[in-house]
């Protein structure tokens, strides 16, 4: 057990819809990471947070969102979903605000049909 | 840019054999590198880390050795077992940064 989250483990919805993945990171983490795992893309970094600020992005799209709150839980939002968004999403978190070791938790995965 | 090649797999043995899987990197700078394994079903788990040229990191009877002079980080076990089947990892960071950037991962599979 990593001691990070993520809450639902699976979660199945329609194109166009919009969903919210949660992630609560390990004890004393204050940055929390969003990779998006998928078979034509392989595992690409889409954005952290460090004590409740964006630190960096990477390929995240436009119709995609997260946000770190006082808890230093974070929520990805996911809108106007399309099939090819189905893919397994993982946080990951690590003490300080450069990754050094990353802990992941066992990532939610998400169909849209 | 910064990238890791992996070798292609799936990749099948017998319990016992000999495991090597192939990784090479391009980076700018002194990037740590890492090995991680993804059982069926689970997350991501960092098997090992070696963060300058000659570390060997080890874990668990696997060791993978920092070769700067080739980029080079690959992972060795002198005896697999069942157990040891899953997706494998091998990933980098730039000194700083804060992405970890993934190989393509190699499927494993022991055979009894």
């Known amino acids: 057990d990593s001691g990070v989250t993520q809450t639902p483990k699976h979660l199945i919805t329609a194109t166009g819809q919009r969903v919210t993945l949660r992630c609560s990171p390990r004890?004393?983490?204050?940055?929390v990471y969003w990779y998006q795992q998928s078979l034509d893309q392989g595992l690409q970094f889409l954005i952290q947070?460090?004590?409740?600020?964006?630190?960096a992005k990477g390929n995240i799209l436009e119709r995609f969102s997260a946000q770190q709150f006082p808890d230093l839980h974070s929520e990805l939002n996911l809108s106007s979903l399309e099939l090819g968004d189905s893919a397994l999403y993982f946080c990951?978190?690590?003490?300080?605000?450069?990754?050094?070791?990353?802990?992941f938790g066992q990532g939610t995965r998400l169909t849209v049909v | 840019g910064n990238s890791v090649t992996q070798m292609e797999g799936p990749v099948t043995l017998s319990e016992e054999a000999f495991l090597t899987i192939n990784c090479t990197y391009t980076?700018?700078?002194?990037?740590?590198l890492f090995w991680y394994v993804q059982y069926p079903g689970e997350g991501l788990q960092l098997l090992l880390k070696a963060t300058k040229a000659d570390d060997k990191g080890s874990n668990k009877g696997f060791e993978a050795t920092y070769r700067k002079e080739t980029t080079s980080f690959h992972l060795e076990k002198g005896s697999v077992q069942v157990s040891d089947s899953a997706v494998y990892f091998c990933a980098l960071i730039r000194q700083g940064a804060q992405k970890l950037v993934f190989g393509q991962g190699t499927r494993l599979t022991i055979n009894p």
């Open positions: 004890s004393g983490d204050l940055s």
């Open positions: 980076a700018t700078g002194y990037p740590s």
């Open positions: 990951a978190s690590s003490r300080g605000p450069v990754n050094t070791e990353a802990f």
């Open positions: 947070y460090y004590n409740g600020e964006e630190r």
